[in-house]
């Protein structure tokens, strides 16, 4: 009886995401060839799912949600009606200029771009904050 074991490794990209072991016995009479297959497993999405939502939460909620803050704004800093419009439009334009945005994107890749871009939102989120409670009071 002799024994002889075979291991196959995968030789091309398509074939990495397979891994499989070949072990084959001969007797004099006859061969069982056996082999084992798995699966690699591949790596979960849901994080950068969640993070990407969140991400856009914090981004694009505060233009649409400027009518919930826009009276407290004109109560508590004595604005006119034209210069909270003048807010509301400083916003909109700010999305006009979304294509410095998207060459940051196409220079830096996603993951420094969205980086960045979080970090400044966060610094307007704070200046809105300090502006509204009047703890930053521009003359």
């Known amino acids: 009886m002799t024994g002889e074991v075979h291991h196959s490794f995968p030789q091309s990209p398509s074939e990495a995401s397979l891994t499989s072991l070949s072990v084959s016995t001969t007797t004099t009479d006859e061969e069982y060839p056996v082999t084992i297959e798995a699966k690699a497993k591949t790596p979960s999405n849901i994080p950068l799912l969640v993070t990407a939502f969140l991400s856009s939460l914090v ?81």
């Not at 400027?66 to 700010?94: G, R, V, W």
């Not at 771009?113 to 904050?129: R, W």
């Open 59 to 139: 981004s694009g909620g505060t233009v649409y949600a400027f009518s919930i803050f826009a009276s407290p704004l004109k109560h508590n800093l004595n604005l006119t009606q034209s210069e909270l419009d003048t807010i509301s439009s400083a916003q909109f334009c700010a999305g006009i200029l979304s294509w410095i945005p998207g060459m940051a994107v196409d220079r830096y890749g996603p993951r420094i771009s969205a980086g960045m871009g979080g970090m400044c939102m966060s610094g307007f989120l704070l200046m809105y904050y300090l502006v509204s409670t009047q703890r930053l009071v521009f003359s």
